[in-house]
């Protein structure tokens, strides 16, 4: 497979090109490494959500909106695909790398994961990317400062020149429309936790409704958590039976039915205490080549319009 790295740089100089139209700003450090603002003082939107969808998978899947409705109400659903779920999604597309400098904090997604491969996923899926540019997803309240070029670098044996940031804040266009993205993902992870071989995931096709943007970080976490677990629905196409398919969906967990900001008061915010069956897709169709097709979970509308104010 091609660089996962490699695929997303053409894909940021994209987002440079067009930065006015995407409503998106980039900028350069002292230090040489390249921030893109996709939704932090940036106004971003559902163009720059999709297109941060795709870097945030190196570019191996066809990220879309469709028309849907939700309590009666219209309301844009974000679509993915991938014939590459392993690399694209879990080598890429997780948010697995937790950004912290003395000015800065954030939670890494994207293919700068890859150069690194320090996570089980790459030992999982045996791939580890080698490349000059190193593109790391931020999603955090603050754009990154000449520290966080540094450190990425570092982790990547790079130089800051070399590091692109593109980033963005729950709460705003972009954050709904890429974080709705991500319901794949999450049910390509959660079997793989299950003990599932993810090399054995064969495509993935998932979709979501996009949250209304709150105007504040917790009511954003809580409604963009409520999407995946309580109106995403997935289908994946695998090459082997497994026992436990049946734990795949959110439905599956003691805490379905519960809002995630009820979840996260009881948690205190601390996201390690929170169980993690919850973070799993509403509703998951699993099609085993040559064999049967699961159907498993249900979505919860009701939940979903209430969380929204609909």
Not at 11 to 34: I, P, W
Not at 132 to 147: G, H, I, Q, R, V
Not at 292 to 302: K, V
Request: hydrophobic fraction near 45%.
């Amino acid at each position: 497979m091609e660089s996962l790295n490699r695929m997303a740089l053409e894909l940021v100089d994209e987002a440079m090109e067009f930065a006015d139209e995407l409503a998106v700003e980039a900028y350069e450090l002292d230090n040489g490494g390249t921030v893109l603002d996709f939704g932090v003082d940036a106004t971003g939107g559902y163009e720059a959500g999709l297109l941060l969808a795709e870097i945030q998978t190196g570019g191996l899947a066809t990220v879309q909106t469709e028309a849907g409705e939700l309590g009666g109400a219209s309301l844009p659903h974000v679509t993915l695909h991938t014939d590459h779920p392993a690399l694209g999604l879990l080598c890429s597309q997780k948010a697995g790398w937790e950004v912290s400098t003395d000015s800065f904090e954030g939670l890494g997604s994207g293919p700068a994961r890859a150069l690194v491969a320090e996570e089980d996923e790459f030992r999982r899926v045996g791939y580890a990317d080698a490349f000059e540019f190193a593109t790391l997803c931020l999603e955090a309240d603050e754009l990154p400062d000449e520290s966080v070029a540094e450190h990425v670098a570092g982790m990547c044996e790079l130089d800051p020149s070399a590091v692109f940031l593109p980033t963005f804040r729950t709460d705003s266009i972009t954050g709904s429309v890429a974080i709705a993205a991500r319901a794949g993902e999450m049910a390509a992870f959660r079997l793989a936790e299950l003990g599932y071989d993810p090399m054995d995931i064969l495509t993935v096709h998932a979709d979501a409704p996009v949250a209304p943007v709150a105007g504040d970080y917790e009511t954003a976490v809580a409604r963009t958590n409520d999407v995946l677990a309580y109106g995403a629905s997935v289908h994946l196409t695998v090459d082997a039976p497994f026992d436990r398919f049946d734990e795949l969906p959110s439905t599956a967990g003691e805490e379905y039915g519960r809002p995630f900001a009820d979840i996260f008061d009881d948690a205190g915010w601390d996201f390690y205490e929170v169980p993690t069956e919850v973070f799993a897709p509403a509703r998951v169709t699993v099609d085993v080549v040559g064999g049967e097709t699961h159907a498993l979970g249900r979505r919860d509308e009701p939940l979903l319009a209430e969380s929204f104010g609909l």
